[in-house]
């Protein structure tokens, strides 16, 4: 957690690769707190399994995005407190 | 808060809402535009299409708790209705204030329902759909 908040000033995070899918650091034991900050562990089978169900935790991620005309990494977790709409599309410069 | 998450890069989400978007809507975009190159975000969230390589078009409403309220996923040619969207953050919102419930066709401002023994078998009348 340690680029939590400070959201004002976009910086540029051409240098600082978003983690992608963060998930919860104690997954065999039943203590839920915080996420874990290890940048590479984003491949184990645990992560296969995962999926979406209303009413369950949706799952958290870090990435890169461009917000307010420059460039910054985005977490899900960042915007706890709050109602968040996430809405994934197929493509830029399409149609509909 | 609103995300927007789409495969394109960051650098193809500053063009597109330079060049197009910013034509498109006063003020140009407020939130924040992610970018899922690898399509990672989109396969944990059941949105991305292996063979087409782009995550379709999956919507998720997520409480103050992180805690997912509601989805909509649809295939790319038809787009969606944010007034849907809206109301419905408007229902989940009342409901977490109130612990009132809303029967179908609900919108902001109609009666809402209490769940309870009194008012099984009742609900035809407190709640008549076709009238408005």
Not at chain 1, 37 to 50: F, K, L, R
Not at chain 1, 57 to 73: C, S
């Amino acid at each position: 957690m340690d680029n939590a908040k400070a959201k004002d000033k976009p910086k540029d995070g051409c240098v600082k690769p978003a983690k992608g899918i963060i998930k919860p650091s104690a997954v065999t034991a039943a203590a839920d707190t915080g996420v874990t900050d290890a940048a590479t562990s984003s491949s184990s089978p645990q992560e296969d399994a995962m999926s979406v169900k209303v009413g369950y935790p949706a799952p958290d991620f870090e990435a890169t995005a461009y917000v307010n005309g420059g460039f910054d990494n985005i977490k899900l977790s960042d915007y706890k407190g709050q109602w968040v709409m996430i809405c994934f599309y197929p493509g830029d410069f399409t149609f509909v | 808060m609103v995300l927007s998450i789409s495969v394109d890069s960051r650098f193809v989400h500053k063009m597109w809402e330079e060049h197009e978007l910013a034509k498109m809507v006063e003020g140009g975009i407020p939130f924040p535009m992610l970018s899922d190159q690898s399509g990672e975000i989109g396969r944990a969230y059941g949105v991305y299409d292996e063979a087409a390589g782009v995550d379709i078009r999956g919507r998720f409403i997520i409480d103050p708790e992180g805690i997912v309220q509601a989805m909509e996923v649809l295939t790319p040619p038809v787009g969606r209705l944010l007034g849907e969207t809206i109301r419905q953050v408007q229902a989940f919102q009342h409901v977490a204030k109130t612990g009132e419930v809303m029967p179908a066709g609900w919108r902001p401002g109609q009666p809402t329902l209490t769940p309870g023994p009194e008012l099984t078998g009742k609900v035809w009348k407190v709640w008549k759909p076709g009238e408005e």
